[in-house]
């Protein structure tokens, strides 16, 4: 597989994995606390907007043979591996102690299973976009 597709492949998983997650995030009770986004509000399209431009605009100009926004990509891709451990914390936290009487909400447990394997492409990009020395 040559590099430009891999380059893609990986880099729209991991901002879609991360979306996924933000969409998530709305749609349980955390975002119901303070100036939370919740679902279908402005404020989640700015975030879902945010995030994927943050991906597909150097992704686009990458296709378009500059290949130095890879390693921008790479430095969005880093960036947005900072809050994830931490969304994922404060999710499954919230599954035990956002509902009354100690039940579980399965909305943050989902949203923290989503940053979690988010982390984990985010991660696996790296590996998998690294030059390879001799491709056949």
């Known amino acids: 597989m040559k590099e430009e597709t891999r380059v893609t492949i990986w880099s ?3 901002a879609g994995m991360l979306c996924l997650v933000l969409v998530s995030a709305s ?8 100036h939370g986004t919740r679902f279908g509000t402005a404020g989640m399209w700015y975030n879902l907007w945010y995030v994927s431009s943050g991906y597909l605009i150097p992704l686009a100009l990458y296709r378009l043979r500059v290949h130095a926004m ?5 430095a969005v891709n880093g960036f ?3 809050p994830l451990p931490f969304m994922s914390g404060i999710a499954f936290w919230g599954s035990r102690h956002m509902l009354p009487d100690g039940r579980l909400s399965v909305s943050c447990v989902v949203m923290g299973v989503l940053a979690l394997v988010s982390m984990g492409v985010n991660i696996l990009w790296f590996f998998g976009c690294r030059k390879k020395r001799a491709e056949r």
Do not use: E, H
């Not at 890879?70 to 790479?74: D, Q, R």
């Open 12 to 14: 729209l998983s991991a």
């Open 27 to 34: 749609l349980t009770p955390l975002a119901t606390m303070g």
């Open 70 to 74: 890879k390693y921008v990509i790479g």
């Open 80 to 82: 947005w591996l900072i």
